[in-house]
């Protein structure tokens, strides 16, 4: 089992800036990936970015330019530094770990940060 704490949310202006974090603990055999998600009002989820162990990343088109993940692997934590707020960016962010062992598919979520982007 995999836990995952996030925290970072909050109430910003636009054109703000907010550092998102997410802790990583238990057994992480077979993580390969760690990212965030995020779920607007009314909306699905979506992918926002994505670090993999061999540190290559992957963005969501609407955060590219703005957004930059990072990883810290001595403390198994990933960081979303995000840049330039907007209104739309306005979503429940979870953290996200996956990957696989053996024929089994892994996947875990964390308990999801409020990010609110107003004036």
């Known amino acids: 089992q995999v836990q995952l704490v996030g925290s970072g949310g909050g109430l910003v202006l636009p054109g703000g800036s907010l550092r998102l974090s997410c802790a990583a603990s238990?057994?992480?055999?077979?993580?390969?990936?760690m990212g965030w998600y995020r779920q607007p009002p009314g909306k699905q989820r979506e992918m926002v970015a994505i670090?993999?162990?061999?540190?290559?990343?992957d963005y969501g088109d609407s955060v590219k330019g703005r957004f930059t993940i990072s990883r810290d692997n001595a403390k198994n934590t990933v960081y979303l530094q995000m840049n330039n707020l907007k209104p739309e960016d306005t979503a429940v962010y979870y953290c996200?770990?996956?990957?696989?062992?053996?024929?089994?598919?892994?996947?875990?979520w964390g308990q999801g940060t409020q990010v609110t982007v107003s004036s």
């Open positions: 996200h770990a996956g990957g696989s062992l053996g024929y089994a598919s892994l996947t875990y």
């Open positions: 238990g057994t992480l055999v077979g993580i390969n990936s």
């Open positions: 670090t993999t162990n061999d540190g290559s990343a």
